[in-house]
């Protein structure tokens, strides 16, 4: 599902304390994966483009062990897209997707990542599920990415990828908490929606918060 909300009048230049943060490129959610997020195939060249115009890209990747709890088959009597709350976990349960060390969890073959200057791992946590790229579920345990763009000096950073309403919703709330100015470009993302209604309010609670959103044409070559 694709989200139009970019603010059109915005015309950005890179600066060297900019970064592009690239979310879960992968093969699983992807048509034809096991968590398939519809159109996620159709960002990856845009968001070819945009790499060489930043010092710093982050290239993160969702990187479960077999048995996630994020997944419903950890689960007894329990379908992927079932509502489920736990500390860590939720608000749905997943297919198993992800998977460490295969094909459907590695990057998305057509994706650019020689000029990636750091990949981050995330999910990796039995029991806990981590949707954002600065904070797992738990709310308390860091991947680490903070400290990584504060000692390159980065100020803003420019989300893109799978999907909006989850690693982008949860990643852009987090940046604003960090102390990051966020931008979502929009045009390169996609988003589950599931449970109905939840991409919507994804949208609102950032809008909220002051994360930008922004239109792939406003960013200047
Ligand atoms: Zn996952």
């Known amino acids: 599902m694709t989200a139009k909300v970019a603010n059109q009048k915005i015309d950005i230049e890179i600066c060297d304390d900019d970064a592009l943060i690239i979310v ?10 096991n968590l ?32 996630h709890k994020s997944f419903a088959s950890a689960h007894d009597s329990k379908q992927p ?13 997943w297919p198993d997707h992800c998977i460490q060390g295969t094909f459907s969890a590695d990057f998305h073959p057509n994706l ?10 995330k999910g990796i946590h039995h029991d806990i599920d981590s949707y954002s790229v600065f904070l797992e579920n738990d709310k308390e345990t860091e991947t680490g990415l903070s400290g990584y763009l504060k000692s390159r000096g980065v100020k803003r950073v420019f989300m893109c ?30 988003a589950v ?9 994804a949208l609102s609670t950032m809008k909220e918060i002051g994360v930008k959103f922004i239109e792939k044409k406003a960013i200047l070559a």
Not at 24 to 33: R, S, V, W
Not at 112 to 118: A, N, P, Y
Not at 178 to 187: L, R, S, W
């Open 24 to 33: 879960d490129l992968q093969p699983d959610f992807m048509p034809g994966g």
């Open 193 to 201: 929606d599931s449970p109905p209604g939840h991409l919507e309010r």
């Open 81 to 93: 897209y079932d509502l489920f709350e736990a500390p860590g976990l939720g608000p749905v349960l």
């Open 36 to 67: 398939p997020v519809v159109g996620g195939n159709e960002i990856i060249e845009d968001i070819n483009d945009l790499i060489p115009l930043f010092k710093t890209v982050v290239g993160t990747q969702d990187w479960h062990p077999e048995g």
């Open 161 to 190: 990828g799978l999907a909006l309403d989850y690693c982008i919703f949860y990643s852009a709330m987090d940046g604003i908490n960090f102390g990051f100015e966020v931008f979502v470009i929009d045009n390169l993302t996609r």
């Open 112 to 121: 650019s990542v020689d000029e990636i200057t750091l990949i981050l791992r």
